[in-house]
């Protein structure tokens, strides 16, 4: 049963994905909305069918085989619908297909507008591309969730990964990131409508702001809460290991973030069309390109599942994505001149563009350093890796020149300034920068990087708080939302993670110890307690832990053993907002009384890496309401051109494009 209404709704989202696009073609527009609500409507049925495989433990469904067991607990029962390859990819085709209908939905009275007609196409192919892949194709198996199979009778499965089944951020950590990856599918759908209807003027970017907006915020949710998952469970003593599908989060986090600069830029003076255009696109394809490298198989992390015939088909998708936008660009490059120009380097947009291309190196290395190594694989099978040094070393400095620029584009206006009024604005910044580099001293702080770190970070914060302030004494609350001043606060979550960042890392202090019970040792001035060892059992485990304690508070790291015969070692952590005390069992004892081998890491103010990420995501709800703008569309210097322009019914006919008549 499960079986059958898992293949008929991913049928019925496959072939109502294809009618979408033929409803567009045919212009049977009231087709349209219908079809986005059947490709949603198979979506759910098809995760209804797997969910409900997984909480009765059909086994005849091959994914509930591999992956599902009378052990699991309901939580991670239900998590495991994205514990391996096929569910994942389902979870993926269902936020899709939510995001279909969202569009449809908002943009229903448009639906007869070419470019949302082309963004439609563009939306109903990316879910056929999903949905045929988790298609039963007889003799082909790409990513089936719902392939049968025969079990003996009394037959039991292992479970998800024990690493999937070990804390509650795995429930909510990857669905956070794929509506992330997978929002960015609808500014992608626009673009990519821009460039074949003509349109490529501003209207798309209005269109698709707050999408893109809310697509950066639940990445950046998604990446603060598995660097939080990491940090609370892997117990290896930190929280980004630059591990290769970490970075395929993170590089459309990178290219994302510029794009939401640089789009102000377009908006206000018509510039940097061709840039918006490919960040958008560089955009999305990194998301099918980071859904290569985690299902690809080819390469080993915690976050990677194995996968044969689904890798080729990605990265054909991701290659025919690239081929298909450069293509568009370049097609379209003599109408993508830009009106306007830079007038000044003191100027917003002139801060703008470094910031963008500061965005770009930083996403080149990160590219780089991750796919490097495959590449030297594929062409003479040698096996190398790319390490952390290599990836602080190259990421440090940029980091460093973006909190400078953080503060000063903020104060510069558009156009162009003067020196002395450059000068006068960043006033206070600049004393903001000189208390941070004193308290760092006073507190002990050392290094070169870290204290330059906690200045640009005052500088910046200063920044932010400078424009906050102005905005309130103008709008009163009003001068905390909109996408400027929304923007600030996100600028100071960002600063908050810097610090945090810059202390965690520089500051850190790592010791291994092996302890007898009632032992205790002090490690960088904190007294390390163990009292003995304690075993606690669960439906899906057993649990041995070594009940420490930490400066008086009780800690207990220690090894769960699961029921598939996964070993996971969970640290305990005693954590404040000066410093987290870490303590991972790296031995237990043969027996009472034995000593136990542990690794104590000592790490400043890692708490406010979360309490950063948090405001980060205030901001991005902040930017999200209207502040009191003009227009966004409305020229400051440039002609009119590029204006989308209006018939009576507020639908958009046409864009002025210089010396190109409006159809």
């Not at 049963?1 to 072939?15: D, Q, R, S, W, Y």
């Not at 567009?24 to 087709?31: G, P, S």
């Not at 905005?471 to 600063?495: E, P, S």
């Not at 890392?505 to 205790?520: D, F, I, K």
Request: glycine share 10%; aromatic share 10%.
């Amino acid at each position: 049963m499960n079986i059958t209404l898992g293949v008929l709704g991913i049928a019925v989202a496959m072939a109502a994905s294809a009618l979408g696009i033929h409803a567009v073609a045919t212009r049977r527009f009231n087709w349209i909305k219908l079809c986005s609500w059947l490709v949603l409507g198979g979506a759910a049925l098809s995760v209804l069918a797997m969910e409900m495989a997984l909480i009765t433990r059909d086994f005849s469904v091959a994914y509930v085989a591999a992956n599902g067991s009378h052990a699991t607990p309901a939580l991670f029962n239900v998590a495991t619908l994205w514990a391996a390859l096929e569910g994942s990819i389902l979870l993926w085709a269902l936020i899709l297909a939510g995001y279909t209908v969202l569009v449809a939905t908002k943009f229903h009275h448009r639906l007869d507008d070419p470019l949302v007609g082309w963004a439609m196409v563009v939306l109903f192919t990316v879910c056929l591309f999903f949905f045929v892949l988790m298609f039963n194709w007889p003799n082909l198996d790409l990513a089936q969730p719902f392939r049968r199979v025969e079990v003996p009778p009394g037959y039991d499965g292992p479970g998800p990964n024990p690493l999937l089944q070990n804390h509650w951020l795995m429930a909510v950590h990857p669905p956070m990131l794929y509506l992330g990856y997978v929002g960015f599918t609808v500014p992608f759908a626009f673009a990519v409508a821009a460039l074949a209807t003509g349109r490529l003027g501003e209207g798309w970017l209005v269109a698709t702001r707050r999408w893109t907006l809310f697509a950066w915020a639940f990445l950046t949710a998604g990446i603060i809460l598995g660097a939080w998952w990491s940090w609370d469970v892997l117990g290896w003593g930190g929280y980004w290991g630059w591990d290769p599908v970490e970075n395929a989060s993170l590089l459309p986090w990178l290219t994302g973030t510029a794009y939401l600069h640089s789009v102000m830029v377009q908006e206000r003076r018509g510039m940097l069309r061709v840039w918006n255009l490919s960040l958008v696109c560089a955009t999305f394809a990194l998301t099918i390109l980071g859904t290569f490298l985690t299902r690809s198989g080819l390469v080993d992390s915690v976050h990677a599942f194995s996968a044969d015939a689904v890798g080729p088909a990605l990265l054909v998708f991701f290659a025919l994505v690239v081929v298909v936008t450069v293509g568009l660009i370049a097609w379209r490059g003599d109408r993508l001149r830009s009106p306007g120009q830079i007038d000044s380097a003191l100027s917003r947009e002139a801060s703008f563009l470094v910031n963008n291309l500061l965005f770009g190196v930083f996403a080149l290395v990160v590219l780089l350093g991750t796919v490097f190594p495959l590449i030297v694989e594929s062409i003479n099978g040698d096996r190398i890796s790319v390490g952390t040094p290599f990836f602080d070393r190259m990421t440090m400095p940029v980091g460093l020149m973006l909190l400078f620029l953080m503060a000063v584009a903020p104060v510069l206006p558009w156009r162009r300034t003067t020196v002395e009024r450059l000068s006068e604005r960043l006033a206070g910044p600049g004393w903001a920068a000189a208390a941070a580099l004193l308290v760092a001293l006073l507190v002990g702080a050392r290094g070169l990087a870290p204290l330059l770190a906690f200045t640009l970070a005052g500088f910046a914060g200063g920044a932010a708080v400078r424009q906050l302030v102005l905005a309130a004494r103008r709008q009163g609350w009003r001068g905390l939302v909109g996408r400027a001043n929304g923007g600030m606060v996100v600028h100071l979550g960002v600063v908050v993670v810097a610090v945090a960042l810059a202390a965690s890392n520089s500051y850190l202090y790592r010791s291994e110890l092996t302890m007898e019970p009632g032992a205790t040792a002090r490690v960088a001035g904190h007294d390390i307690t163990f009292l003995g060892t304690q075993e606690r059992a669960f439906d899906n485990k057993l649990v041995t832990e070594a009940v420490m304690l930490v400066d008086g508070s009780v800690v207990r790291p220690g090894v769960s053993r699961f029921a598939n015969g996964g070993v996971v070692r969970t640290p305990g952590t005693k954590s404040s907002p000066i410093r987290d005390i870490q303590v991972a069992v790296l031995d237990l004892p043969d027996g009472d009384g034995a000593p136990v081998g542990v690794r104590v890491t000592v790490q400043p103010l890692t708490l406010w890496l979360w309490v950063g990420g948090a405001i980060m995501l205030v901001g991005a709800a902040f930017s999200a309401f209207p502040g009191r703008r003009r227009s966004p569309t409305q020229p400051v210097s440039a002609p009119i051109t590029g204006v989308p322009i209006r018939e009576p019914g507020g639908h958009e006919r046409g864009v002025r494009e210089r010396g190109v008549p409006v159809a």
